[in-house]
């Protein structure tokens, strides 16, 4: 009977495992599409429906990708970088925007385009809040000699992410040699940060 018991029990918690990841993100996905179709469609669906006769839920979602495309095709093939630019710069000078337009940028660079993974050099080590404890962070780059000068110390720049958000942390120069260098992946490191430490990488 015990031995029944721990099989259920043991099917159970595997059941979870498999079924809760992705019924939640099934669940995102359509809620997702949900409310973007809520917003787009009050603009979009009277226009179809006086136009063309017709209108399902969706379409709006179907038409936002085919914007961001057409918007993405003419930044790269017709848009001068230099333009691009000087626009962007002045678009963040308006108030408001200058506040909220930078961080966001970072956060669709973050999460689309994989830049910053790609300014992650190596999973580390360093002891943080204080010695003895070991927080993972990214190295990022050698300091500023600047910096070591002052200092009389080899620093490098480590990149403490934030739990469960990788996006945001603080940046600690350490010295290079209370570093501890690792093999571990930087993807593997990202789902370990963003599960709390339930993924081991």
Partial sequence: MNEMLKRIRKYFITGLIVFLPLTLSIYLFVLLISIADGFLGKVIAPYFRREFGFYFKGLSILIAVYLVILTGFLAT???????????????????????VYPAIKEMAMFLFSGDQLKSFKEVVLVQCPRTGLYAVGFLTNESSHRFCELTRQELCNVFIPSVPSPLTGFVFLVPKKDIIFTDVKIEDAIKFLVSGGVVNP
Avoid at 78 to 90: A, D
Wanted: proline residues 9%; glycine residues 0%; positive net charge.
């Fill in 77 to 99: 093939h017709f848009v001068p970088r230099r333009i691009y630019v000087y626009l962007e710069n002045l678009f963040i000078k308006i108030p408001f925007f200058k506040q």
